[in-house]
């Protein structure tokens, strides 16, 4: 545990869609903390809850989608009870994101300054030559060459990693307390990548930041975070500081994707070697355990309705994990 309250805290969270083949109860009671400057990391394979915790967070879910219950804490105030308005003045200022499609999330006809400005002028109430003085300062600070002329580029005008490294400056132009980065590096280049990443650490470091990296790549988690928050078919599985993590997995799920990544980099995209797919969220009787069927430990006592996370303090801080029988205790007879 922190010693300080935590900058983010997702408390019990569940979300549910409405989708005409049923609801999709798609996050169910989804827990985890992020303390200032920390990075954390949310791992799990495609549709386990990923995006829509980040969503949820950030106040963007779909309009079919309703955060069930549940509570998000963020520097003193319940996210959840925030209003549009309220939460609109977090996000950029507070609360930034960035995602996996930098051309998409840039607006096509405005230049890379002016949109930088935009965001400034909302709010730092910057204009004029301030406003481009500091959009010049971020350019340089995501590291891209010449910003004075980049500042009058349009998005089209960029490479793919130009643009995603202007979409870092549109997020950390107003120095959120915190970011989520969703895939922030995929499909990039291994040398932008790693720049990238290098830059998210430094401005951890040098101002703070608390991230949230949502990645597919367990080798990107270890190598850039402190906390690793293992996510399967909306639950959290599995949250523990890294090296403890991967040093002795307790959740099943975590254990087969350990090793199924026997190096840094290994994409759980690729892995074949877990059995079985997610289950269908829109079943009614998903019951506590959705690795259930997947499972090799499973046995009668994995059948109850519900599960309560076990809680464990280690020499590196908690470690939680959601199974009735986790690895590391006898299985039941
Ligand atoms: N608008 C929506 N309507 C219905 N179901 C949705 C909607 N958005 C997400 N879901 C469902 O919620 C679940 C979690 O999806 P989510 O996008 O968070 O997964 P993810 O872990 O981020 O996957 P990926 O790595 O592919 O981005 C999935 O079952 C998905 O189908």
Redesign the pocket.
């Known amino acids: 545990m922190t010693a300080n309250p935590p900058l983010l805290s997702v408390e019990g969270v569940s979300v549910a ?1 409405r ?1 005409r083949a049923g609801e ?1 109860k ?1 996050l169910e009671r989804v827990s985890f903390s992020v303390a200032r400057g920390e990075t954390i990391a949310i791992v ?10 980040a969503q949820a967070i950030m106040g963007i879910l ?1 309009p ?2 309703r955060v069930a219950e549940g509570r998000i804490g963020f520097g003193g105030m319940d996210l959840l009870q925030a209003t549009q308005r309220e939460l609109a003045d977090m996000r950029g200022r507070e609360l930034a994101m960035i995602f996996q499609n930098p051309r998409g999330a840039l607006n096509p006809i405005r230049t890379v300054g002016d949109q930088i400005a935009d965001v400034l002028a909302r709010h730092e109430h910057l204009k004029g030559p301030a406003a481009r003085a500091r959009a010049m300062e971020m350019l340089a600070l995501v590291k891209i060459t010449d910003p004075p002329r980049r500042l009058d580029a349009y998005p089209f005008e960029l490479s793919g990693g130009m643009c995603q490294r202007v979409m870092i400056a549109l997020a950390l132009a107003c120095r959120p307390a915190l970011l989520i980065a969703d895939e922030p590096t995929t499909g990039l280049d291994v040398t932008t990548q790693a720049a990238i990443m290098d830059l998210i650490d430094e401005l951890g470091r040098s101002r703070g930041m608390a991230t949230v990296l ?1 990645t ?1 790549d367990l080798g990107l988690a270890a190598e850039h975070c402190r906390r690793i928050v293992v ?1 399967h078919a ?1 639950h959290v599985v599995e949250d523990a500081p890294a090296e403890a993590l991967f040093a002795a997995p307790r959740h099943p799920y975590t254990a087969r994707l350990l090793a199924a990544t026997p190096r840094p980099g290994r994409h759980l995209a690729d892995l074949a070697s877990i059995p079985g797919g997610l289950p269908d ?1 829109r079943r009614g009787d998903l019951g506590g355990c959705r690795f259930l069927d997947r499972c090799e430990r499973a046995g009668e006592v994995c059948r109850a309705p519900t599960l309560v996370p076990v809680e464990t303090m280690g020499a590196s801080g908690h470690h939680r994990v959601l199974c009735a029988q986790p690895i590391g205790e006898e299985l039941a007879a």
Do not use: N, R
């Open positions: 869609f989708t999709v798609a799990g394979e495609s549709g386990s809850g990923k995006s829509v915790t779909d079919a989608g949502i597919h996510m909306g969220l």
